[in-house]
């Protein structure tokens, strides 16, 4: 390609100075064949995105977030600051999808692995009466547990440095901070209550002869007070204080978790059990492993009556994590799910790789 052709090449006012800057340099050509070179690249990435962007203009917003989720976990590789952690066993039995009036103890179980969560009561800072809490529940109740989480495993500590306020809590998750009755303040200011004030058994079976029942609250100590604004009504302290056997278990058993996926799926309850059980699942299989539906009905189905309407959900929902994850070796059939096993640097949480051993020279 001549020097003229080249240069018809190169429109980016930048690039253009480059060109004048290297004129009379006795390898211009070379230089100019390089510049030329970097707004071709330019060109194509433009091209990529408005491509890119024509095709998000048709989806919907979720569509869209999913998709754009997926571009960064392809193109930007895992950090430590995008990795949380959540316990394991919460990981396969998770909590209620929905809230379940009237019910103080929630039960599931899966494979070897069994949780159940008691109710229970917290002070009014208000009233100095002890009352009733619910159950948690819902995509909102595992955020809360997924930071918390983190936090312990991060800092080392059952006792952890957490927001100021529930408001600098739900910032950190990416939500918007809104009140009154129906704001996202209200909503995780009750899932963080009602785990504060719950109790859980965590059941672990080693298949054969050995079994081990942990009973725990997660929390030993949380701080409540009154604040004067009416849209936030009760803070809660920069500290929260782990059961020292649940902290325990939890460092032995966390599994880590990539937020910008979870945040893809904040709002559904299912879909982040589904991201927490297959980052666990798929680290684990050697072979090709198969599930029922019926065995995926007791797993994800609790808010579905008949297998039937769960299918439909459950083959959405999973649709919905591929388009974030297409590599993921997950398939359906009529039959039920079919794990495959996973090239480790396509798992959702990709393994840390091991540190070079250092090479000591030999004598010579």
């Known amino acids: 390609m001549s020097v003229d052709e080249h240069l018809s090449l190169i429109r980016d006012a930048d690039l253009v100075e480059e060109v004048e800057r290297a004129r009379g340099h006795f390898m211009f050509k070379t230089i100019l064949e390089h510049i030329a070179h970097k707004q071709t690249l330019r060109d194509a990435e433009q091209m990529r995105r408005t491509e890119l962007?024509?095709?998000?203009?048709?989806?919907?917003?979720?569509?869209?977030?999913?998709?754009?989720?997926?571009?960064?976990i392809e193109n930007t590789p895992s950090s430590p600051e995008n990795i949380q952690h959540i316990h394991s066993v919460?990981?396969?039995?998770?909590?209620?999808?929905?809230?379940?009036?009237?019910?103080?103890?929630f039960f599931?179980?899966?494979?070897?692995?069994?949780?159940?969560?008691?109710?229970?009561?917290?002070?009014?800072?208000?009233?100095?009466?002890?009352?009733?809490?619910?159950?948690?529940?819902?995509?909102?109740?595992?955020?809360?547990?997924?930071?918390?989480?983190?936090?312990?495993?991060?800092?080392?500590?059952?006792?952890?440095?957490?927001?100021?306020?529930?408001?600098?809590?739900?910032?950190?998750?990416?939500?918007?901070?809104?009140?009154?009755?129906?704001?996202?303040?209200?909503?995780?200011?009750?899932?963080?209550?009602?785990?504060?004030?719950?109790?859980?058994?965590?059941?672990l079976w080693d298949g054969a002869s050995r079994s081990s029942t942990l009973n725990v609250p997660p929390f030993r100590q949380l701080d409540i007070w009154l604040t004067g604004n009416s849209d936030q009504g009760l803070l809660w302290s920069n500290t929260v204080?782990?059961?020292?056997?649940?902290?325990?278990?939890?460092?032995?058993?966390?599994?880590?978790?990539?937020i910008r996926a979870a945040r893809a799926f904040a709002g559904s309850a299912r879909k982040l059990d589904m991201l927490f059980w297959m980052g666990y699942r798929l680290r684990t299989v050697q072979r090709p492993l198969r599930l029922s539906w019926d065995n995926l009905h007791k797993q994800f189905g609790s808010d579905n009556a008949s297998i039937r309407s769960f299918k439909q959900a459950f083959k959405g929902d999973l649709a919905h994590i591929k388009e974030v994850f297409p590599k993921l070796r997950v398939s359906l059939d009529d039959s039920g799910m079919i794990l495959l096993p996973t090239d480790p640097n396509e798992l959702l949480v990709p393994p840390k790789r091991p540190k070079p051993e250092k090479q000591i020279a030999s004598a010579a």
């Open 108 to 203: 599931r179980e899966y494979g070897r692995n069994t949780l159940s969560i008691m109710a229970g009561r917290l002070k009014n800072p208000k009233t100095g009466q002890m009352e009733v809490q619910g159950l948690p529940y819902g995509p909102k109740a595992r955020l809360v547990l997924l930071h918390l989480c983190t936090e312990a495993v991060r800092q080392r500590s059952a006792k952890i440095e957490v927001a100021d306020s529930l408001s600098g809590f739900i910032k950190q998750m990416g939500f918007p901070v809104t009140g009154g009755e129906r704001g996202t303040l209200r909503q995780f200011k009750e899932q963080l209550n009602r785990l504060a004030a719950c109790t859980m058994q965590i059941g």
């Open 90 to 105: 919460l990981a396969l039995c998770g909590l209620p999808y929905r809230e379940p009036k009237g019910e103080r103890e």
């Open 241 to 258: 204080q782990f059961h020292a056997d649940f902290y325990d278990n939890l460092i032995q058993h966390a599994l880590p978790v990539d």
């Open 53 to 72: 962007d024509s095709r998000r203009a048709a989806m919907s917003r979720d569509q869209r977030r999913r998709d754009a989720v997926r571009e960064v």
